[in-house]
């Protein structure tokens, strides 16, 4: 199995960029990726324009927030 891949906001947003010029099905075989992960991208950046793709894990969700706080108190 080989390891997972990381990407940078900048490198996801230039597949974003590709996707409106370009056929799903290119832009996939080009990047070497699934639809579906390009889908949670384009979801992502629809749902939360600004805070999309900040990093690792999904702390820009209210949900993850409130269950971040929740840890902390215990």
């Avoid at 990407?7 to 075989?29: G, I, N, W, Y």
């Avoid at 991208?41 to 324009?49: A, I, L, M």
């Amino acid at each position: 199995m080989r390891p997972r891949r990381t990407f940078t906001r900048e490198f996801k947003l230039s597949v974003l960029q590709d996707l409106e010029h370009k056929p799903m099905a290119q832009v996939c075989r080009e990047h070497k990726m699934r639809p579906t992960l390009l889908n949670r991208w384009k979801r992502e950046q629809q749902d939360y324009p600004k805070e999309a793709f900040k990093g690792k894990g999904s702390l820009y969700k209210a949900e993850a927030q409130i269950a971040q706080y929740e840890r902390l108190i215990g």
